[in-house]
């Protein structure tokens, strides 16, 4: 009898663990970039390995194109756990976490190339993974936007003093809403979605952002000119709710982090961005009779000059331990690579 009561409740045990044990975990990812576009096939590469470790366990669910709201608005879900994880721009979750700390590598004319700026976040990579971890939400892996320039309707932009008084689309960020008021513009901070229909209706007068986000979005489409200023990098981020990788198996949280493959993974995400970018840049005139202007080496270190101010006004917000840390090893990389 006693023997039966124990088969009878190892049986119940084990059948009720396999009841509250899913066979899938089902990730909701949400972000504002365009579906089939590079970064779409940056993250399917994601999910591929995922699943692959997970032995197809964990599902995503992606919500592209600024479905779910702007990117702000995510970020702050996802650290309350109302969303699962997504893919942004890093200048979006330092504001939507209040992270000032992460808006350092979108300083102006911080980096000088691809190289430098992959290499130096790749170091500090853990240090901002234990930052992030803290406002509830964990760093999988680093991508890219790319080099941000002006498009703008009207004259073109080929000295700061022509940015005075233009009306510009800035992220919703400090730093871009500092570097715009120092170029004497007027910032006016807007959500993705919402960029192409306060270009049409004249609520401003133009933004900056990469060749290839511009296109995607459909901006391009109402401007008359693009200024190759390159005047900032802009890294991007997948990030995960610390509440959804708290309640996965030990196992899961291995495979959704997917650790051993992070920088392959990173590697593989930029040059797909950057490949497209390029192609995208050279067609742009032909293919929307937009103005592109190529800055000679003189005409951006004006600009280079001008946003200076920039440094002293974030720098406490920051922290100039900080940006001292990142110029640091930007030194390093710098004396390594002549």
Avoid: C
């Avoid at 089902?26 to 994601?46: H, T």
């Avoid at 570097?179 to 270009?199: C, E, H, I, R």
């Avoid at 995960?240 to 198996?249: A, G, W």
Wanted: glycine share 8%; proline share 4%.
């Amino acid at each position: 009898m006693k023997t039966f009561l124990l088969t009878a409740i190892i049986f119940i045990a084990t059948s009720f663990q396999l009841i509250e044990t899913p066979d899938e975990y089902k990730v909701r990812f949400g972000s504002v970039i365009p579906s089939d576009s590079p970064w779409e096939q940056g993250v399917d590469e994601y999910f591929k390995v995922v699943s692959e470790k997970s032995s197809g366990q964990i599902k995503f669910r992606k919500y592209l194109g600024g479905q779910l709201g702007g990117e702000v608005e995510m970020i702050k879900s996802i650290a309350m756990g109302a969303l699962d994880a997504g893919a942004f721009s890093n200048a979006a979750v330092a504001e939507g976490l209040s992270i000032p700390e992460l808006q350092v590598f979108e300083l102006p004319f911080l980096f000088d190339n691809d190289a430098e700026a992959d290499a130096v976040m790749d170091v500090m990579f853990d240090k901002f993974y234990g930052i992030l971890e803290k406002k509830g939400v964990i760093l999988v892996m680093w991508g890219t936007n790319g080099w941000r320039s002006f498009g703008t309707k009207g004259n073109p932009v080929l000295t700061p003093a022509e940015l005075k008084g233009k009306k510009m689309r800035s992220q919703e960020s400090d730093v871009y809403i500092s570097f715009y008021k120092k170029m004497g513009a007027t910032p006016n901070p807007l959500a993705t979605p919402d960029v192409l229909m306060a270009l049409k209706t004249g609520m401003v007068d133009g933004f900056d952002q990469t060749p290839i986000f511009a296109v995607s979005t459909g901006w391009v489409t109402a401007i008359n000119n693009f200024t190759l200023t390159k005047h900032i990098y802009q890294p991007g981020v997948i990030v995960l709710s610390k509440r959804f990788y708290n309640k996965l198996p030990e196992n899961m949280k291995k495979a959704i982090l997917a650790r051993d493959m992070r920088k392959s993974l990173q590697n593989t995400s930029r040059s797909l961005v950057r490949k497209d970018d390029e192609e995208i840049k050279n067609s742009i005139e032909a293919d929307f009779g937009v103005n592109l202007i190529e800055l000679s080496d003189a005409q951006r270190d004006v600009f280079k000059k001008a946003v200076q101010p920039v440094y002293t006004e974030m720098k406490d917000k920051i922290g100039a331990d900080l940006i001292g840390m990142v110029k640091a090893e930007i030194k390093k990389y710098r004396e390594q690579n002549k």
